[in-house]
């Protein structure tokens, strides 16, 4: 399985950007970058998603890298609600039986600075 | 609509026992997974369920052991429980369609999880 690296800790100021990296050195083409956050006491939940190109959400930006090997999850304005763990995930293609892999790595926990 | 259901939230057990954990998933959604998470290891991926079937199964011993009810419903039992088996076990649900796309319905949503202790 394709594994993903992530610093285990970060930290950003309240309603600065914060970028945060993953590695994922070993994905295949048909791998999608998924990025689910954790907050304290809660289970993960779905942050965004993307396969090549850069993705924009209400919640985020994806950056992915040209070759695919890095991306990057951008908070553009961090609030203290954003303190949590995020996780880089790599999420395997559909199959014709609905079978999909999920890889978790460690995750990245976030700090805000009030 | 109603999210993913854990049963029970908190759980203590002693050494040796067995335990049975419930997940509801999402209205419509056939497609189950599960993962142990502790401290030290992060979230780990148990196995995952659709249609009834495991599809996928993470490196577990096999007293870690699970089903899917013809409903969409999983439980997952740990038999002769270790002290290293206490963790939150969490539950995920998603559509399980079968897509090429990677479009947003294959986002996964997860429960508040049940957290095991053994004594």
């Known amino acids: 399985d394709a594994k993903t690296t992530q610093p285990n800790s970060m930290e950003s100021n309240e309603e600065e950007p914060v970028h945060l990296p993953c590695n994922h050195s070993?994905?295949?083409?048909?791998?999608?970058i998924h990025w689910y956050r954790q907050l304290p006491s809660q289970g993960p939940e779905y942050v965004i998603h993307?396969?090549?190109s850069n993705v924009n959400n209400r919640m985020a930006s994806l950056a992915i890298a040209e070759d695919r090997k890095s991306s990057t999850l951008i908070l553009h304005r961090a609030t203290l609600r954003d303190a949590a763990v995020y996780y880089c995930?790599?999420?395997?293609?559909?199959?014709?039986?609905?079978?999909?892999?999920?890889?978790f790595g460690i995750g990245t926990k976030l700090q805000v600075i009030p | 609509k109603a999210g993913v259901t854990q049963t029970p939230r908190y759980l203590i057990k002693t050494r040796g026992q067995q335990v049975t954990l419930s997940c509801s998933p999402i209205?419509?959604?056939?497609?189950v997974s599960w993962y142990q998470q502790t401290p030290g290891q992060g979230l780990q991926f148990l196995f995952e369920?659709?249609?009834?079937?495991?599809?996928n199964k993470g490196n577990f011993p096999g007293r870690f052991s699970g089903r899917q009810f013809s409903n969409s419903r999983s439980e997952m039992n740990v038999s002769t429980l270790e002290l290293g088996d206490s963790a939150l076990y969490l539950c995920?649900?998603?559509?399980?369609?079968?897509?090429?796309?990677?479009?947003?319905?294959?986002?996964?949503?997860f429960g508040q999880g049940t957290r095991l202790t053994v004594v």
């Open positions: 995920a649900s998603s559509l399980g369609e079968v897509r090429l796309t990677g479009r947003r319905d294959t986002e996964a949503f």
């Open positions: 070993t994905i295949s083409g048909t791998d999608y």
């Open positions: 993307g396969l090549t």
């Open positions: 995930i790599l999420r395997g293609p559909w199959v014709r039986r609905g079978y999909q892999k999920v890889t």
């Open positions: 209205s419509g959604h056939r497609s």
């Open positions: 369920y659709f249609s009834e079937t495991q599809r």
